[in-house]
């Protein structure tokens, strides 16, 4: 009997703090079309004008987080893989990274090479968006299909309300919430509003105020970002038993000049320490390990504002990471993943 792979794909790091390998990285991630969704021209010509300073920066930030073992994304993500191996009985747990290395290319390559047959392609992603999941999916379709692989997929769809996921990220946060604190700030990852806009099936999405994702229909939460991320906070908070009022939604981690899906971490942030928030916690639901945008944005610029603007404390709930309700439950939700025609 052929062994059946899970395969395990998370973003991707820089191979180094060096800025020659930060400006790879993220030359790599920038220049994915799902990424920047503009023409092949006007993407380079923007991703190269920001590769004019960004490497220098994100190298700096990178540095103020990376461990020892290299960096926390890969090495926290090493770290699920190995608690999957003890799970996943059919066959081999791989790991593999969208952008920089253990790469999906060579990844499947070797898993072919073994023999192997059948893969359940991961993405570790709880909501959909194309700059995640799709750009997971297409890039291990192209290698497969360039490189003329006998694979089969079956993929994990995203699982923002599969109750295994949420029991678990619900756990992850319940002895934080248990202590004294004023405010939980799910802070989830930005997109622009573009992204979810040409993806909206009744044309009709707007951005006015959160009423529309939090009312969404079945059939535009089905490839809505924001709406599955309210959608996440609700279930989490109900679960945590917290009031309306005692817990808010936030999207971080801008770039560039388009409009991005509101509200903005930094405007809440400075907003809830001029409400009187004293000790603010603050989880990341859009990454299940942490990584530059948990550790360093959150962690320590976004202790060091809030802190400034009036606040006395930010606790930075961890992600998910390798934590043993996590692997069971992620091993649940990818026994069940359907096959890919």
């Not at 707007?206 to 939090?214: G, L, R, V």
Request: with cysteine; proline share 6%; charged share 25%.
């Amino acid at each position: 009997m052929t062994d059946h792979a899970l395969l395990l794909v998370n973003l991707g790091s820089p191979a180094s703090t060096s800025v020659a390998d930060v400006r790879s990285y993220l030359n790599q991630f920038l220049m994915d079309p799902y990424v920047i969704d503009l023409p092949w021209p006007v993407r380079r010509l923007l991703v190269s004008l920001i590769l004019i300073k960004r490497p220098e920066q994100s190298a700096h930030a990178y540095a103020s987080i990376w461990w020892d073992e290299g960096s926390p994304l890969v090495v926290l993500s090493r770290r699920l893989q190995q608690q999957m191996t003890t799970r996943w009985t059919q066959g081999p747990v791989e790991l593999a990274m969208r952008y920089g290395e253990p790469s999906l290319e060579t990844t499947l390559t070797r898993l072919a090479a073994q023999g192997i047959e059948k893969v359940t392609l991961a993405p570790l992603y709880p909501q959909f968006a194309d700059s995640t999941v799709t750009t997971v999916i297409e890039e291990a379709r192209r290698v497969v299909q360039e490189k003329k692989l006998p694979v089969q997929f079956s993929i994990l769809q995203p699982f923002y309300d599969q109750p295994e996921y949420l029991d678990a990220l619900a756990a992850s946060a319940r002895s934080y919430v248990e202590q004294d604190y004023d405010h939980l700030l799910l802070s989830f990852h930005g997109l622009p509003e573009r992204h979810l806009t040409k993806l909206d099936p009744t044309g009709q999405h707007c951005f006015k105020d959160a009423d529309c994702c939090k009312n969404a229909s079945a059939e535009v939460l089905a490839k809505c970002y924001r709406a599955q991320c309210f959608s996440v906070a609700r279930d989490v908070a109900k679960r945590l038993g917290l009031p309306d009022g005692k817990w808010s939604v936030a999207f971080q981690s801008r770039l560039g000049r388009a409009k991005w899906i509101e509200p903005y971490t930094e405007a809440r942030l400075d907003a809830l320490a001029r409400q009187g928030v004293k000790k603010l916690l603050v989880m990341c639901p859009a990454f299940v390990a942490d990584c530059i945008e948990t550790l360093e944005e959150i962690g320590d610029r976004g202790r060091e504002q809030f802190r400034e603007a009036g606040g006395e404390e930010l606790v930075l709930v961890p992600c998910l990471n390798d934590d043993p309700q996590w692997a069971v439950a992620l091993n649940t939700l990818c026994e069940r993943a359907p096959l890919s025609l």
